[in-house]
């Protein structure tokens, strides 16, 4: 007979595997039992299709990731963060993009934080049984202080990730606005997030590996997120990057290159400008834009939220 440990073991996964039985992204498809027996350039074909159809899932649920923009952008406008939890792969497409927005939009490093379970570690290798505690991503959201201002996307393929729904129902109980991102309907994240975009990519390339098709949702929102807020609170200017912040070589010089296109001038007038503006491509487009000298045109932007073309309709 086996032991109440044994029996309760069992009984778990009996119900876990009955979970998964429900989840697209856990689906087998027939027609791919013969992968292995393809040439490469069929399998190259085959998986392209499938990846095709991962920009229309998205696309369905444009109403749902607007309306994430629109919160995320009020809430940096107060002076809050957007806080990305997830684990496995999910954590590290969150971690990513996070790690993107300063060099990309020249944002604090505070602002857009990725979590994910099992800690740094878990970046490079996998950590057992972290994306089973459901306290823990409350747990690191109490550390940062987590309030009402901030915003936390919680992303999971399955949708049911323990440490993403403890993480979100944490968020939420402090009042901070919570999204999840899910490649299942009807998802548990969907359930405890204020905004569930819930993108269905169907059964992936290979059976379960969710890396795949969900993962490369999941990139598509992220970046929609971080891209589309950032653009709101005038991070860019006519199409394009103007809070870049020149850490290499590569970047400072599509510093200059901004600057000679947006301002209509030549590099000697550019770099100059650059030198002036302490390296800031949006206030020497300020300044060569109205001729302002540059404190004049730094008080104009801090005045107009740090949006350039509110800034030169004011200076002009």
Same mark, same amino acid.
């Given at each position: 007979?086996p032991?109440?440990?044994t029996?309760?073991?069992?009984s ?12 697209d992204?856990e689906a087998?498809?027939?027609?791919r039992?013969d992968?292995d027996?393809l @040439?490469t350039v069929?399998l190259v ?11 229309i899932?998205?696309?369905?649920r444009n109403?749902?990731i607007a309306r994430a ?11 809050? %963060?957007l ?6 792969t999910? =954590? ?5 993009? +996070?790690?993107e927005?300063?060099p990309?939009?020249g944002t604090d ?5 990725g979590i994910i379970?099992?800690?740094e570690?878990a970046?490079r290798s996998?950590?057992?049984n972290a994306?089973?505690d459901?306290d823990?991503a409350?747990?690191?959201?109490? @550390? ?5 201002k901030d915003t ?9 990730t323990?440490?993403?729904? =403890? =993480?979100?129902?944490?968020a939420r =109980?402090?009042g901070?606005l919570?999204?999840a991102i +899910?490649?299942?309907r009807g998802? +548990?994240i969907?359930a ?7 993108i269905?990519?169907g059964?992936?390339f290979?059976s379960?590996?969710?890396r795949?098709k969900?993962?490369t949702?999941?990139?598509l929102v992220?970046?929609?997120?971080t891209?589309?807020?950032m653009?709101?609170?005038g991070?860019?200017y006519?199409g394009?990057?103007? &809070? ?6 590569k970047?400072?010089a ?11 001038v &030549?590099?000697d @007038?550019a770099s100059?400008a650059?030198r002036a +503006?302490d390296?800031s491509?949006?206030l020497a487009?300020?300044?060569l834009?109205t001729g302002a &000298?540059?404190? %004049?045109a730094?008080q104009a932007?801090?005045?107009?939220g740090?949006i350039?073309?509110?800034a030169?309709?004011?200076?002009s």
């Amino acid at each position: 007979m086996p032991d109440d440990t044994t029996a309760s073991e069992s009984s778990r996964l009996t119900e876990l595997l009955g979970v998964l039985a429900q989840l697209d992204t856990e689906a087998a498809t027939p027609e791919r039992g013969d992968l292995d027996l393809l @040439e490469t350039v069929e399998l190259v074909q085959r998986m392209n299709a499938e990846d095709q159809r991962v920009a229309i899932a998205v696309a369905e649920r444009n109403a749902e990731i607007a309306r994430a923009v629109d919160g995320i952008t009020e809430r940096f406008r107060r002076g809050g %963060r957007l806080i990305y939890i997830g684990a496995g792969t999910a =954590g590290r497409i969150g971690v990513l993009d +996070a790690s993107e927005c300063p060099p990309t939009f020249g944002t604090d490093p505070s602002m857009v934080v990725g979590i994910i379970a099992g800690g740094e570690t878990a970046i490079r290798s996998a950590v057992e049984n972290a994306e089973d505690d459901q306290d823990a991503a409350g747990q690191s959201l109490r @550390e940062l202080a987590l309030t009402d201002k901030d915003t936390v996307v919680g992303i999971s393929a399955s949708g049911r990730t323990p440490y993403v729904v =403890g =993480g979100l129902d944490y968020a939420r =109980g402090i009042g901070a606005l919570t999204v999840a991102i +899910a490649s299942n309907r009807g998802s +548990a994240i969907g359930a405890a997030a204020e905004i569930p975009i819930e993108i269905v990519t169907g059964p992936e390339f290979i059976s379960g590996s969710t890396r795949l098709k969900s993962g490369t949702a999941q990139k598509l929102v992220v970046n929609m997120l971080t891209t589309l807020s950032m653009i709101k609170l005038g991070k860019t200017y006519r199409g394009v990057m103007v &809070d870049l912040r020149a850490t290499n070589e590569k970047l400072h010089a599509r510093s200059v290159r901004t600057v000679t296109q947006l301002a209509g001038v &030549d590099v000697d @007038e550019a770099s100059e400008a650059l030198r002036a +503006a302490d390296g800031s491509v949006k206030l020497a487009l300020l300044t060569l834009a109205t001729g302002a &000298d540059v404190e %004049r045109a730094r008080q104009a932007l801090a005045q107009s939220g740090g949006i350039l073309r509110e800034a030169i309709s004011a200076l002009s």
